[in-house]
């Protein structure tokens, strides 16, 4: 498996838990952020940030021991990451595989950079943004002011 | 049912906008007091104007009322004490108990979709801050059905394309209709990059000279060039003095072209235009009645009907 290979040098395998592959290079930490490991946490967690990749270039890797992936932050991560892979591990075999699909629409998990937008505002309002994507590139569109952010990483909540 | 509210020009098809545009002829009579008609009597019209704008809520009224509805009225002063307590959401939900159809203004974009989230009645934007302000646009296109032709139009935009909300919903509507659109402003005021590329993909679009498209455009829709958007008042001067029209420039214009504008106006359209056949602005005031009439109608009366 190339990603195995790509990675063996950076990272060892993990007993149980999960392998995210294929993040884009350089937003390991952030999809750390996501799945709430936060500095002081007890998880076992190995991250490999920048290796080469066949498919990508540059990639990131993280692997979190005892820690399976929930479907809200598979779809944090999708945003982040499109082209992401999730593997389960068990016994340090794979015991799922899984892509990453990006939501065509995703509630409280962008926030909106118009100031001036009603999410934004003291009113009992989730953020709720619709996503495009065309090619490569990913951009969503505010349902409420229509404002398109093309950079999502940074309004991941 | 078309539509239960009517929050965006963006929801609405060619074919919706053509309906409304229809009906709307069957109401300019009433609109004129010409006819009497009420349709919309024992219907409750609440105006909840968050922003002062005395000429859209009037505009309402007049529609509401001549189709024999009522009106209450919140306005931006009332609005802003009620706003110290309450959040928009609890006002919907206590207003919409009240009154058949919810007309909003509110300076936070996106207020008007939230807003009919939680109403039990439907809700249609009169402008929410920098966003949406449909009923203008449609009034714009009546205009343009009734004082010139939607089918083949060449139209020029002028003046503020970068922050007008009423060119950017216009320009959307006019991707619609197929039309031919110039747009005219000075560089700094140019329509967003983004946007243009958006429109290009849907229609015909260049960037001109007034004196280049004159002799040929059907319609001429003037905007205000806000002084506010200007870092120094030299330059504002500087510009808004050449994205004038006056009488002059209009004799190279065809005889059928007409000249719009969203009002108020500041000095963009001398008042020499007034006094010219060319000059259709304040028309395209008054059919704001007929529009906002249909718009009534449909959301009140035909909203059971397929």
């Given at each position: 498996m190339d990603s195995a290979k790509e990675g063996s040098l950076a990272v060892s395998k993990i007993k149980c838990g999960t392998v995210i592959d294929h993040i884009n290079a350089g937003k390991a930490l952030l999809v750390l952020r996501i799945l709430g490991i936060?500095?002081?946490?007890s998880e076992r967690v190995l991250i490999a940030m920048n290796v080469p990749s066949k498919k990508m270039g540059k990639k990131d890797i993280v692997k979190v021991e005892g820690k399976y992936i929930g479907e809200k932050e598979l779809d944090r991560i999708a945003l982040i990451s499109p082209n992401a892979t999730i593997n389960l591990i068990d016994e340090y075999e794979v015991s799922e595989k899984r892509r990453v699909e990006l939501p065509s629409t995703v509630e409280g998990i962008l926030t909106c950079p118009n100031k001036n937008c009603i999410t934004n505002s003291k009113e009992p309002i989730k953020s709720k943004f619709h996503i495009r994507r065309s090619g490569e590139s990913v951009r969503a569109v505010c349902h409420y002011c229509g404002r398109k952010i093309y950079e999502l990483d940074k309004y991941v909540v | 049912m078309r539509f239960k509210h009517l929050i965006s020009i963006d929801d609405l098809s060619r074919d919706d906008v053509e309906y409304i545009l229809n009906l709307a002829e069957k109401f300019l009579r009433i609109a004129k007091g010409e006819e009497r008609a009420t349709p919309l009597e024992g219907k409750l019209l609440a105006n909840l104007f968050f922003e002062p704008s005395t000429r859209t809520r009037m505009s309402f009224e007049v529609a509401m009322k001549r189709l024999g509805g009522e009106v209450i009225n919140m306005t931006a002063q009332e609005a802003s004490s009620v706003a110290k307590g309450e959040t928009l959401a609890d006002t919907i939900k206590v207003v919409s108990k009240y009154a058949d159809v919810i007309v909003l203004r509110h300076p936070l974009e996106g207020a008007a979709r939230f807003a009919a989230e939680h109403s039990d009645v439907p809700v249609i934007n009169a402008g929410d801050g920098a966003g949406q302000h449909p009923t203008q646009t449609l009034l714009d296109l009546y205009t343009i059905k009734k004082e010139?032709?939607?089918?083949?139009l060449k139209i020029a935009l002028m003046g503020d394309?970068?922050?007008?909300r009423t060119v950017h919903s216009l320009i959307k509507a006019l991707t619609l209709f197929n039309a031919k659109i110039y747009l005219i402003s000075p560089p700094s005021l140019a329509l967003p990059e983004e946007f243009l590329e958006e429109v290009r993909s849907m229609t015909d679009v260049e960037e001109v000279n007034l004196e280049d498209v004159i002799r040929d455009i059907d319609v001429l829709y003037v905007t205000r060039i806000q002084k506010e958007r200007f870092p120094d008042e030299e330059e504002y001067f500087k510009v808004a003095g050449s994205y004038k029209v006056d009488a002059e420039i209009l004799k190279k214009a065809k005889k059928n072209m007409i000249v719009m504008h969203p009002l108020p106006r500041v000095d963009e359209i001398d008042v020499s235009v007034d006094e010219t056949h060319y000059a259709k602005y304040f028309q395209q005031t008054f059919y704001g009645v007929p529009v906002r009439m249909a718009i009534l109608y449909e959301l009140l009366l035909e909203k059971f009907e397929i």
């Open positions: 936060k500095p002081g946490c | 010139s032709n939607l089918k083949g394309l970068k922050y007008s």
